[in-house]
């Protein structure tokens, strides 16, 4: 942790030095004969005890630089932890020894000094303790890890033969043997503003990315290409920009921090033809929620509480679905994701610490329409204010996936009753900083992937909740967005970086996790002094996003009047958004980049 590698680089090695010295004259007192020891020792220790009350410049310098050559056996696993225990407690004692007042004799020790030594004692104790409790954290609610469940030389010959080649790619981009090469491939640079959302078309052949800058960018990725650029018609941060199933590629849906939902309309020809505005929020609109096989229905979720129905078939196309409360109060809404296995259910979170969901078929404004809601037990009568700012469902339905800010991932069986407590646990990252973004990885979900502030890329085993990948993901120092390739093993990311990240299983060994516990140990401690901090950090975030946006957004306003872009008065918006004040542009005729 912080404290740890403060202490090792500066007052260990002061102290290191002395308390060598002082063991050193020790010793030789120890090798005097018993009968002649008496003054003749006191008097060497004491003359030696005062050479080392100013050492050379050199021999300092000397002592620091063998010290830091030390610092990975200092913070490793173990016995590690001793050693540095017993650093600081040599380096304690020879302080104490040095500010001792020496009236010429060492047989009588004062009251003050019992007292620090005790005072000494108790803060060992107590970090001793904290060190235990960390350990206790960190293994606690930890499965065994499975056996490889794929292995590459037996799969190959078997495919070779024609046995179980229609599963080889699945179980493949399945294996826990690949997640531990994954790497980095290479970068997409192309946006001027921070990365926020990424995704796949239904084939993986085209990636789009939307971003602060308000565009979006759809990538050849395998080539390392854009293909199209286009200004999205939002006034502010895009969140989301997906590519609608079964439509060709040719429709991308989008929202943003504005509050609108818009409908890119792409051509064969890669160019946007324009863009229309079919929903508006009172409030920013952080996600999108597809219907697996639908090419003209999603819904959307927004911070004014309210999930729209979006059908591109009618003339109004958004319908209010639901308005989330808890009693009478809103619950600004952060996330939402629909039931791949029955598309009538969606589950939505935001503000509170519910995960709540809904049944489109079954939703009334008496009792609000939620199905059942799921929470950790821990958290259902937290003071401290937790956020759920992404859910998604597993491959097949059975599972749902909540990231808490934060707190930790956790995992829900979908067909447990309303108030059932989670089924895993998934620990070590930071979600605080951003409205963070957590995914499964692997044809059938076996992995748990998310990134975190401290800039890394975590990726968890499902069943037993032990990290197996740990790569470092952003310089920015935040990694928000992670979408898995849907057919081969890899996938992209991004966050506070104007790039997008491209990683696939190419590393010749797998990871060593190497300094994994001690990131995981140090997310923890500054969560907790975090904690003791009441504020509500997360919302002084999102308006730091803000601001940054409202400073940049004049130079993008004016490049888009020079590009002559005109605005028409089509529009698809929702009844309700009559009363929103300068919601943007309905409709934009897009130029070709």
Known sequence: GMDGRDLVEGRVGEGDANSATDAHAGHNTDLIPASNAGEEAQDRSMHEAEQTESPPAGEEEDTDSMDGSGLCSLTEEGEGGGRRERVKDDGKRAARKRNRPSGGTLRHSSSSDEDEDQEVEEEEEEEEEDEQAMEAWLGAELQELDGPKWRAVPSLRAREIGRNSAHFVQRVCGSRGLVQRLELQGRLERHTGCVNTLHFNPSGTRLASGSDDLRVVIWDWAR???????????????????????????????????????????????????????????????????????????????????????????????????????????????????????????????????????????????????????????????????????????????????????????????????????????????????????????????????????????????????????????????????????????????????????????????????????????????????????????????????????RNRRPLRSRRVEAGEADTDESWSSPESSDEEDGGPDHIQCMSS
């Open 224 to 550: 390392r290409r854009a293909e199209l650029e286009f200004d999205s018609g939002h006034k502010s941060n895009v969140f989301q920009a997906k590519f609608l199933p079964h439509s060709g590629d040719s429709t991308v849906a989008m929202c943003a921090r504005d509050g609108q939902i818009r409908i890119a309309e792409l051509s064969a020809t890669q160019r946007c033809k324009n863009t229309k505005r079919v929903a508006q929020h009172k409030g920013a609109a952080h996600k999108l929620a597809l219907e697996p096989d639908s090419p003209c229905t999603f819904l959307s979720a927004g911070e004014d509480a309210v999930v729209y129905g979006i059908d591109l078939r009618l003339d109004r196309p958004a319908t209010k679905l639901v308005v989330v409360k808890e009693g009478d109060k809103k619950v600004g809404l952060y996330t939402i994701f629909v039931n791949p296995a029955n598309t009538h259910q969606f589950a939505v979170g935001g503000r509170d610490q519910y995960v709540r969901i809904y049944d489109q078929r079954k939703i009334s404004e008496n009792d609000n329409g939620v199905l059942k809601k799921f929470c950790p037990s821990h958290l259902v009568s937290s003071e401290s204010k937790t956020n759920i700012t992404c859910l998604v469902y597993s491959h097949d339905g059975s599972e749902l996936l909540a990231s808490y800010n934060d707190e930790d991932i956790y995992l829900f069986d979908s067909s447990h009753s309303d108030g059932a407590d989670y089924h895993r646990r998934y620990k070590g990252h930071r979600n605080n900083a951003t409205v963070k973004g957590v995914n499964f990885y692997g044809p059938c979900s076996e992995f748990v992937v998310s990134g975190s502030d401290c800039g890394h890329i975590y990726l968890w085993d499902k069943h037993s909740a032990r990290v197996v990948q740990f790569m470092e993901g952003d310089r920015g120092g935040v990694v928000n967005c992670l979408e898995p390739h849907p057919h081969l093993p890899g996938m992209a990311t991004s966050g506070l970086d104007h790039d997008v990240k491209l990683w696939a299983p190419t590393a010749e060994n797998p990871t060593s996790l190497k300094g994994l516990k001690e990131v995981m140990k140090k997310n923890k401690r500054e969560r907790d002094e975090d904690s003791i901090h009441h504020g509500d950090q997360y919302d002084t975030q999102l308006l730091w996003f803000l601001m940054r946006h409202m």
